[in-house]
């Protein structure tokens, strides 16, 4: 396909959004209600799209196929699977009496049922929530430590001295957080520490020193050399330190005991650096394969031409954005009613009727992903129609 300027496509999706927004905002008796306009909306732009899908040559089906696969499913989601006509009822959980009828209604009611069942088996939601927050931390200093890998790649020594520096770093961490925790009202040995907790602490600064040690020992390095350790002993024993930390967060906060609170406390952090070490030094493993290298080069090529050449799939990801845009106005996370003083001409709660909107706007993105799909299409038949 033709490369194009992202940039003028992406203006098309403001200009779709500004419009959508002004003329069913300000037009609303000239205009139907978005709410009834979505679903037809969506179906029209799946019909249209997999209509231009069968014009297109085997390669590309398959690269386009998503797009109307997304639509017809977000057209299942605005008519809650036929739900809303009144023709198909509605799924209903039993156990809880609960009815299912589209996506983000069973999310609505999963939460509902977990949060249940979470309180029935005595989950500490604060613990629980602290350990979540601890593992999101680490996914994000997995994702930092590639990002500089990538960006430093080219240097030398680069991947050891990272892959140290992260060790040390994560172990003070870990350190910082065991000595802020309140003083064990038991066993004190030391400054209100405990014998445990000291043990601990020098358990997490052994697991950042020692590879700085070791790391300059030539028995190591070529004990690291031997394909037998690095392929599979190895990685065998990262695997089954990320197990460990993951089992822990998953056993933790399903019993809210004192006692056991306290003690969750004081293991989180030998365990959850276990569980960021292991992943940042599987990665440097990868690294040292080339495997992250070329996974990044990948993704620096995709990232610099997939949308100049798949155009359709800017309005795609765009329609994506605004439904779980509005999708969060939906579950009230987001509200603009408390900005805007004027009334809405038909007296809507102005959150209702820009997230209805949008919902609709997407509809019409999709139609202008069918439409970008087709005029290749449209100009190859043109110039056959010429040719003599």
Known sequence: MKVTNPLVHIGIVLAILAACLLLFSFLPGSLPAPEPMSPPTYLVATILCAFVLLLLRRKQLWTYLPIPLISLFAFLEESSYGVESGAVQPLTWERHNVPVYDLHNLVGVLNEVIQTELVDAGWHFELGGQLLLGVLAILLVWLLFAGLYWLLAKRAKTLPNLHLGFLLALSLLGIVYLLSLPADAKGSLLLGYSATRLLLVGGLLAGGVLPLWLWRQTWFTGWLNSKAITRRLLPAILWLAALAGLAFVAWAPLDSAPDKVVLVQRLAAPLLWLLAASG????????????????????????????????????????????VFAQAMDRYLISFKDNISMLHPTGEDWDYWIEETLELCGAYLFLAASVVLALPCWRALQLKKKSP
Do not use: C, E, M
């Open 280 to 323: 940042v030094t599987g990665l440097v493993l990868l690294a040292a394969s080339g495997r992250l290298t070329r996974l990044g080069n990948w993704l620096d090529h995709f990232r610099k031409t997939f949308f100049q050449t798949h155009p359709a799939y800017i309005y795609v990801v765009a329609a994506i954005v605004i439904i």
